[in-house]
């Protein structure tokens, strides 16, 4: 199948497009269209004008600003995965781009594309909630931040309002005091998440003291699973035997039967993550999944 006929144009600024987005309900914009264009082939959208954002310089910023790391939407999956300045500031980053889809998908797909279309599997959307991430929005009417973790409302839902656009993210530098964690099931590498959760922990003397665990697969968006963090705080290496942690899980999250897998076996394999995500945290990877 291919898309219905569907108008097309690239603004050659960010105002042009803020302008052709407030004039037109329909209108939705295409970054580096690896959802969208999808989406249009399979006639799951029909808008009627699609704005290619997918050049503008004023959304391609990718710098390290004190101790905050600034990336413009159009921040590639690619240059996530191979950023030396993301490796040492932000390292979760890197870590979760390496599980996104291929590299053909990886050098058109960006941040703002993904974390604006806000699929349930996908890595960087949890990722920005666990980092305490803001993201930064832009219409005619202005710019606002809001934190990753109101951003996201439901199931492929978000905070964005018509006429607005992500312009960008901005993330908080990683500290010697904490560690992070990743770790996702997929049926192959490359493919979307059946399960996955990500973690950022404040450690001292080996033992977490506080941690925000995200999910993503196994839950219907991206948000802080405060009943694990309060489960592992205070926790130590080697990792007890113990029903509370993965009670905590059962409190979190509640992933509804899919094709092929039924909600409870989600739930078991999210438990199984989150232990090897703890063995992460305390410097002990024992596996990569
Ligand atoms: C085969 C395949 C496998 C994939 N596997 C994975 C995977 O494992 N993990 C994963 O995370 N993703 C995966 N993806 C999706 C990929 O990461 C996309 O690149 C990403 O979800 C969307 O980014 P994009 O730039 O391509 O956005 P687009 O497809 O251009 O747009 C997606 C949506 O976001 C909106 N949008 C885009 N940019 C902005 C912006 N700046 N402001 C406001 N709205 C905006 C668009 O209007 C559209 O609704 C896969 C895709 C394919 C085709």
Do not use: W
Request: charged residues 20%; glycine residues 8%.
């Amino acid at each position: 199948m291919k898309a219905s006929n569907i108008g097309y144009t690239r603004p050659r600024s960010l105002t042009q497009a803020f302008e052709i987005l407030a004039e037109n309900d329909a209108a939705v914009p295409l970054a580096g269209g690896q959802s969208l264009m999808v989406a249009l082939n399979m006639r799951l959208s029909a808008p009627q004008l699609v704005v290619d954002i997918g050049e503008l310089e004023e959304l391609s910023q990718f710098s390290c600003v004190g101790d905050t790391v600034v990336l413009g939407a159009l921040t590639r999956h690619r240059q996530i995965l191979e950023s030396e300045l993301l490796r040492e500031k932000v390292p979760l980053l890197p870590k979760a781009a390496a599980h996104i889809a291929h590299a053909g998908i990886r050098n058109r797909g960006t941040l703002g594309g993904s974390l604006a279309y806000a699929d349930p599997s996908a890595e960087l959307p949890a990722c920005a909630v666990a980092l305490g991430a803001t993201i930064v929005i832009g219409s005619l009417q202005g710019t606002r931040e809001i934190k990753a973790e109101t951003f996201f409302k439901g199931l492929f839902e978000t905070d964005l309002q018509a006429g607005e656009l992500i312009l960008g993210v901005k993330i908080p530098v990683i500290v010697a005091s904490t560690s992070i964690a990743f770790a996702e099931l997929a049926r192959r590498q490359g493919d979307f998440a059946i399960a996955g959760v990500t973690a950022v922990a404040t450690m001292a003397q080996a033992q977490i003291k506080s941690a925000q665990f995200v999910y993503f697969g196994c839950t219907d968006f991206p948000r802080p699973a405060n009943r694990v963090a309060a489960a592992v705080m205070g926790l130590k290496s080697p990792l007890a035997a113990g029903a509370e942690l993965d009670t905590a899980v059962g409190q979190d999250i509640n992933p509804s039967d899919t094709a092929g897998m039924r909600g409870d076996t989600k739930r078991h394999l999210a438990t199984v993550l989150t232990r090897r995500a703890l063995d992460q945290l305390f410097g002990s990877e024992a596996r990569d999944v």
